[in-house]
């Protein structure tokens, strides 16, 4: 199996497990991506599969079953470390070993707390020969979001932002104002239908009454909507409250003040709202408490105070901003200042969108 190495044959077949992989975007939350291929000694693909929702199969009893008795001697390939745990489903590494896997060739380790090697050791100790980092960096890019979460307790935090051409986010203080087209609001929309929160702060809300949901994009899983917001200044009448349907509504608070403004905190529950009390209700909390909750990815959507929050707290891994091609002037609300400007993103690229453009990079990446 060495030549395997050589050759490339062991990047074709991750190649393969990889694409398997991807058919479950959008639906495994807060489970990762995972595809797996059973190829038998003769070089035949015997069997394969992807893990399709949480609670589902994982990829590797799908493409074990897949493989039956074919999988006896065989290798095969994994996205991701098989897991050693019972969770929602029973352990891989068992299964594994029962089907009579002789090599198992991984992309990626798993950094949950209940793997972190787990998966590996165990199939070592079997006397299955283990192979770690086939093509890592795609395998770790396509699970971004779980990796970061499953290694940090919060979930993949995006900034989004649109601005002027001159770094404004509103014409001026409290005026609510369209920016960018309806090219970039379309792909607003679809990076919407893909994570699991979207996230805003309370001046947001009380000056554009967003309703933060994913229009005219597929979405399978329901999108939850955070706002940031320690005074409970949140109106029980803002619109997102008629959108309940595609899913809940969370007011990341303090407890003091849902000690001290229970009318208020009230009339937002009756209006539907779930409020999370925490102790300061500074970034770092917010985030580990949504990662607690099995978030797994925030698009932050602004404005500039939450934005400059989480930029400080070290919390943000992506930047989106698209920029209009027009000026608001000096009495507009600037964004950041240039600590984030597009330079300073790894990989940043630009995207035209009708008029405007589209700025994005990664901030921080594990792989
Ligand atoms: N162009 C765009 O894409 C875009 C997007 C969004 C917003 N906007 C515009 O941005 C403006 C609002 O921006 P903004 O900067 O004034 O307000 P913001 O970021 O929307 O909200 C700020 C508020 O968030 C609350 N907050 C809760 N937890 C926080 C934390 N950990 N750190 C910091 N703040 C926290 C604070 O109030 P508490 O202390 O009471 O919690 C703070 O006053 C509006 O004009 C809006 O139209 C533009």
Known sequence: ????????????????????????????????????????????????????????????????????????????????EPCAHQGRTGPCVARIAEAGIRRVVVAVGDPSPRVNGAGIAWLRQRGIQVDVGVRRAEAARLNEVFLTWAALGRPFVTLKIATSRDNRIAAGPGVRTQITGSAAAAAVHATRAEVDAVGVGSTT????????????????????????????????????????????????????????????????????AALQPLETGAMAEVMQRLGASEITSLL????????????????????????????????GVPWMDDGMSVAKLRDARVRRLGVDMLLEGHVQRLD
């Open 1 to 80: 199996m060495v030549a395997a190495w050589r050759d490339g044959t062991d990047g074709v077949h991750m190649d393969r497990a990889l694409a398997f992989a991807r058919q479950g975007r959008g639906r495994t939350s807060p489970n990762p991506m995972v595809g797996a291929v059973v190829v038998s000694d003769t070089g035949s693909v015997v069997g394969s599969g992807f893990h399709a929702r949480a609670g589902a199969a994982h990829a590797e009893v799908c493409a074990l079953d897949a493989a039956g008795a074919a999988a006896r001697g065989a290798t095969l390939y994994c996205t991701l």
């Open 205 to 272: 809300v009380l000056v554009d009454d967003p309703l933060l949901t994913a229009r005219g994009a597929r979405r399978r899983l329901p999108l939850t909507r955070v706002v940031f917001d320690r005074r409970l200044r949140t109106p029980p009448t803002a619109k997102m409250f008629g959108t309940l349907e595609a899913g809940p509504i969370v007011i990341m608070t303090t407890a003091a003040a849902l000690g001290s403004q229970e009318p208020a905190a009230d009339r937002l529950r009756a209006a539907g």
């Open 300 to 331: 932050l959507e602004g404005g500039t105070t939450v934005h400059r929050a989480a930029w400080s707290a070290g919390v943000v891994d992506r930047v989106q901003r698209y920029v209009a091609p027009v000026c608001l002037g000096a009495r």
